[in-house]
T-cell receptor, first 112, second 110 residues
Framework: KAGVTQTPRYLIKTRGQQVTLSCSPI?????VSWYQQTPGQGLQFLFE???????NKGNFPGRFSGRQFSNSRSEMNVSTLELGDSALYLC???????????FGPGTRLTVT | QKEVEQDPGPLSVPEGAIVSLNCTYS??????FMWYRQYSRKGPELLMY????GNKEDGRFTAQVDKSSKYISLFIRDSQPSDSATYLC??????????FGQGTRLTINP
């Protein structure tokens, strides 16, 4: 099976812009979770989608949003980018509750 | 206090040594426990997955979960330079979010 894929792999944006990141889970996986990873804060949970519904949400401002499509692919959007949004954004998929989560390679976002 | 505590290291050991990595946690409801390995500028790679208490072995890796002490460990035998990476523990309760430790940076010296 192909692993979790994320596009694009690298992005450079300017403060105030918005960005959309994409994630394709492992075939058959219905749960997709998003994380932000920074050197200072480590891995922080953003949100999880399961069968097109947001099931869990982390403590991030409303500028961070996401959605999941009927084929389980997911997108996350960050509006009004801030310098502090520079991070590695990781997507992970799982095929069952409490099951193993497999990560993609991440999208490295740099905000200037 | 964080839900999951993990010593960030760095930890440096000679090749061939046994490595012990640990995490403690405060939420007794956690049921699923995982260890990930992350190389620089890559996504985390799932190494071990265990449910509830007990031991699990996979090649040179052994994961232990002690729910009574709220303590999990990962042991790496016959460590290799290619094991040099950041190791992250993670755990969750049912369908709740996965909670990660800070990660331990490990270096294996040839």
């Amino acid at each position: 099976k192909a692993g979790v894929t994320q596009t694009p792999r690298y992005l450079i944006k300017t403060r105030g812009q918005q960005v959309t990141l994409s994630c394709s889970p492992i075939s058959g996986h219905r749960s997709v979770s998003w994380y932000q990873q920074t050197p200072g804060q480590g891995l922080q949970f953003l949100f999880e989608y399961f069968s097109e519904t947001q099931r869990n949400k982390g403590n991030f401002p409303g500028r961070f949003s996401g959605r999941q499509f009927s084929n389980s692919r997911s997108e996350m959007n960050v509006s009004t980018l801030e310098l502090g949004d520079s991070a590695l954004y990781l997507c992970a998929s799982s095929d069952q509750d409490g099951g193993e989560q497999y990560f993609g390679p991440g999208t490295r976002l740099t905000v200037t | 206090q964080k839900e999951v505590e993990q010593d960030p290291g760095p930890l440096s050991v000679p090749e061939g040594a046994i490595v012990s990595l640990n995490c403690t946690y405060s939420n007794s409801a956690f049921q699923y426990f995982m260890w990930y390995r992350q190389y620089s500028r890559k996504g985390p790679e799932l190494l071990m997955y265990t449910y509830s208490s007990g031991n699990k072995e996979d090649g040179r890796f052994t994961a232990q979960v002690d729910k009574s002490s709220k303590y999990i460990s990962l042991f790496i035998r016959d460590s290799q330079p290619s094991d040099s990476a950041t190791y992250l523990c993670a755990m969750r309760q049912g369908a709740q979010k996965l909670v990660f430790g800070q990660g331990t940076r490990l270096t294996i010296n040839p």
